[in-house]
């Protein structure tokens, strides 16, 4: 018999996943999202799909379980709107991440070489477009896209690896405003975007947030230019000639040209760096040096057009490295508070290491591009269900061994609730060895 602290947490899990039936066609399929996520949330050290089934409690066939994750026609997108619209923490920081999946084979959809963030270096490996809603107590994993390098939207790689026609070749940063566009739709109010350097260096995407009026901090790299003074825009000279039309068009003043923000911060004073410290979440405080400055970003200054006019924040850690972010904020923000902002992204890391480690969000094995996304988006699914128990009173530290145990403890209730006959078999079976004993 379970008691009712587990009974109730049977009962909210079920209607957790209950939220999410229109997304699934029979309820085979119903039936194998119940697995699945008692998979992920098994002690499995690997959380591939052999792995999972081998702790399921009551374990479907393995090809049902396979063509369930990578042929079974059920859309991760519909899921995934389903998720943003049942997460109950409305109001936050979106935080847009490269998430990197180290692989060793070539099979795998989407694997290159290329930068891998997870090891630092160009690797064989895949790389996904991700966002994520920071509350500043939580995070919430709301989209996902797995990047596609040109060389697998060929005609035998589409084939291969299940890629839809639909499916056209996008930089990271394109599916990050798409991922953000669905994210404001679902009527998410985003107080802030956060970025590094792979999003921060991409002016069409610094305008579109500027467009959208969303606040901002960017990592960008040390060679982005910007104006440390507004430029002048000056109008063109009439002709000598006095022919054709009068010159309408401005440009900026020869004398102001742009420099690379890594210019700036080695021409700085030392009385323009300032300490400050900081703390991210519960973690030991950090301290470095700060200079803050108003700037202009050189785009579009060629023809006469100027970027709006953002902070400049650099950083100097205790090792003497640079960092560099680009802040939208007013003018009147204080050192503090752009710098409070910029080291929100420390939420991503804690929870990719949550949907890493304890989840399996890198372990799919998989090779198609319907299996990698049904797995993303069930894999987001458990998260949330973690993070809305983590609402509750007193359990706001809810830790990933206590959460496998109840689990396994609701799915075990629930194969007796359904199977009564295993219980008494293995009441049963309990007496024999004891009188054999």
């Known amino acids: 018999m379970v008691d009712q602290t587990a009974t109730a947490r049977l009962q909210r899990l079920v209607r957790w996943l209950e939220q999410f039936k229109s997304c699934f066609g029979h309820r085979a399929q119903l039936l194998s999202l119940r697995s699945y996520v008692q998979g992920v949330f098994s002690d499995s050290e690997r959380k591939s799909m052999q792995a999972m089934l081998a702790r399921v409690t009551e374990p479907v066939a393995y090809q049902a379980f396979q063509h369930f994750i990578t042929h079974a026609p059920w859309e991760a997108d519909r899921v995934w709107r389903r998720l943003r619209a049942i997460v109950p923490e409305r109001r936050g920081v979106l935080i847009l991440d490269g998430t990197s999946f180290p692989k060793q084979g070539a099979r795998s959809v989407g694997v290159a070489r290329q930068y891998c963030g997870a090891l630092g270096k160009i690797a064989n490996c895949q790389v ?109 000279p009439p002709r000598a000639d006095g022919q054709g039309r009068p010159r309408t068009a401005r440009r900026v003043a020869p004398t102001d040209r742009p420099m690379s923000v890594a210019e700036i911060a080695q021409q700085l004073p030392p009385s323009a760096w300032r300490w400050v410290r ?80 304890e989840l399996g969000l890198d372990h799919f094995e998989g090779r198609t591009y319907p299996g990698w996304h049904h ?39 629930l194969l007796f609730a359904a199977k009564p006959g295993y219980m008494r078999w293995m009441q049963q079976a309990h007496q024999e060895l004891q009188l054999r004993i």
Request: proline share 4%; aromatic share 10%; hydrophobic share 45%.
């Open 278 to 357: 900081w703390r991210n979440g519960r973690q030991p405080s950090r301290r470095a040096r700060f200079a803050a400055m108003r700037v202009t970003p050189a785009r579009g200054w060629r023809v006469g057009r100027l970027a709006p006019e953002v902070w400049l924040l650099c950083e100097q850690e205790a090792d003497g490295d640079l960092k560099y972010y680009l802040v939208h904020l007013p003018a009147k923000t204080g050192l503090r508070q752009l710098v409070e902002l910029a080291h929100q992204r420390w939420a991503i890391e804690q929870q990719y290491q949550e949907l890493k480690s």
């Open 375 to 413: 797995h993303v988006a069930l894999t987001a699914v458990a998260h949330a269900y973690i993070q809305h128990e983590r609402m509750r009173r007193g359990a706001a530290h809810l830790t990933f061994p206590a959460v496998r145990a109840i689990v396994q403890e609701i799915f075990t209730a």
């Open 128 to 236: 996904a477009t991700t966002v994520a809603l920071w509350t500043g107590v939580r995070a919430w994993f709301l989209g996902a896209t797995l990047y596609l390098p040109e060389a697998w939207l060929t005609t035998e790689a589409r084939q291969r690896g299940r890629i839809p026609a639909t499916v056209t070749f996008g930089e990271k940063w394109r599916h990050a405003l798409t991922l953000l566009r669905q994210v404001r739709a679902a009527g998410f109010e985003l107080t802030a975007v956060i970025g590094d350097a792979e999003f921060g260096d991409v002016t069409v995407l610094r305008a579109a947030l500027h467009r959208l009026r969303l606040a901002y901090a960017l990592g960008v790299s040390s060679t982005l230019t910007v104006f440390r003074q507004r430029p002048r825009l000056l109008t063109r």
